[in-house]
């Protein structure tokens, strides 16, 4: 345990020296992230993308309409609904994030999450499709 505290003391005080605004660092099952005020986001916070069970065929035979959520800008995908969940008109169903700041975007529309068509942390292109809606 010593070892790992005094590299960890060590690293800090080169960290310090070096100007960077942070650090993120994986080693096995040892994760690290160091961040200066004004430095990067903590990816350990990052989302996490929950798998959800198919969409029941019933559903989607019942349904009316279909909308896509298309970016509004290039940007980095950060997180979306699971699918299956229902959202009703101007809820937040996906993510962005464009120069560091999240942008939320909605449905038009009351529907039922049947598609996530971006992974989180790629970077999406303009108009590109990123979530599929059935309108309820």
Not at 108 to 134: H, S
């Amino acid at each position: 345990m010593t070892d790992i505290i005094t590299d960890t003391r060590a690293l800090l005080r080169l960290f310090r020296q070096s100007g960077y605004a942070d650090i993120h660092l994986r080693s096995g099952d040892y994760e690290l992230f160091v961040a200066t005020p004004g430095g990067g986001a903590n990816p350990l916070h990052a989302p996490v993308a929950v798998e959800a069970a198919p969409v029941p065929a019933i559903l989607v035979e019942a349904a009316k309409a279909e909308q896509l959520v298309s970016a509004p800008h290039i940007a980095s995908f950060v997180s979306a609904l699971a699918v299956g969940s229902a959202v009703a008109a101007g809820d937040a169903v996906a993510r962005i994030e464009l120069l560091g700041e999240p942008i939320d975007l909605c449905a038009d529309q009351p529907g039922l999450v049947t598609e996530v068509l971006a992974e989180p942390g790629a970077l999406i292109e303009y108009a590109a499709p990123l979530v599929r809606l059935l309108a309820a």
